[in-house]
């Protein structure tokens, strides 16, 4: 019994189970936004793991560590793939049930400084992102230092140099990493696995605004479901989805 009893407490206190299950507010008594804030922290929780792992990939890149790099690279993609998934859990909820809830919100996705900070370490360049945020905020601060660090395309070509490849003319070194297909380039296609996972989550996340919101300004003050319909089939890395001509 006491063993049971200290596995019980050891469980909840390693996870802070108490806190954790606590920070779930709705501002309505309408049944269904509880869901909406459950997964918009499960997003933020998710977002904090990809940052993590993005950073460890970079780091593996540039050690030109392939091994660690491709194991990380499936982690992501898996990480993504469950973020798109929380999202069709969203679809099950009505444009009225929603609509129900909507104008008490605290806050919009727009406003998350950790997808910004994905972004662009993904290949966002616009420098005006942080201005989104108060002047003098950790979450400003965080995203200019984010702003000022290489992206993760610029960690792969550091890796193709150490593999040999010639970075000054990344098409061609690509063609020959293609041609080779050593491990280099099962690297090259996990950053392709990559961003279309992170393509998938966008659409996803379109599909829902317009099924929820339909044409209606988003609660960030953004224009909605077009605002995301116009990220859609932008790729991050876009070098790697050129297909060259046949030689």
Known sequence: MTSALSAYRAYREYLSLDTLLDLQKPNTGQPD??????????????????????????????????????????????????????????????????????????????????????ELVLGRCDGDVARQFPAGSPARARIEDRAGRPRLFASFLEYLAACGYPPHDVPLALRTVERDDAVAAQVCEGLRDLDQAFQEWRFQHAVLARRVIGDKAGTGGST????????????????????????
């Not at 890149?61 to 982690?75: E, I, K, N, V």
């Not at 995301?228 to 060259?244: G, K």
Request: no cysteine; net charge negative; glycine share 10%.
């Open 33 to 118: 936004e509880l869901l909406f804030v459950v997964v918009h922290q499960s997003h933020e929780l998710w977002f904090k793991e990809l940052l993590h792992e993005l950073g460890g990939l970079q780091a593996a890149l540039a050690a030109a560590d392939s091994g660690h790099a491709l194991r990380t690279l499936r982690r992501l993609g898996a990480g993504f793939a469950v973020l798109t998934a929380q999202l069709r859990a969203l679809e099950t909820l009505t444009a009225g049930q929603f609509d129900a809830f909507r104008e008490r919100l605290g806050g919009s996705g727009f406003y998350s400084a950790q997808f910004r900070e994905i």
């Open 224 to 247: 909605g479901a077009e605002f995301l319909r116009a990220t859609v089939f932008t790729p991050s890395f876009p070098e790697l989805w050129h297909v060259p001509d046949p030689q």
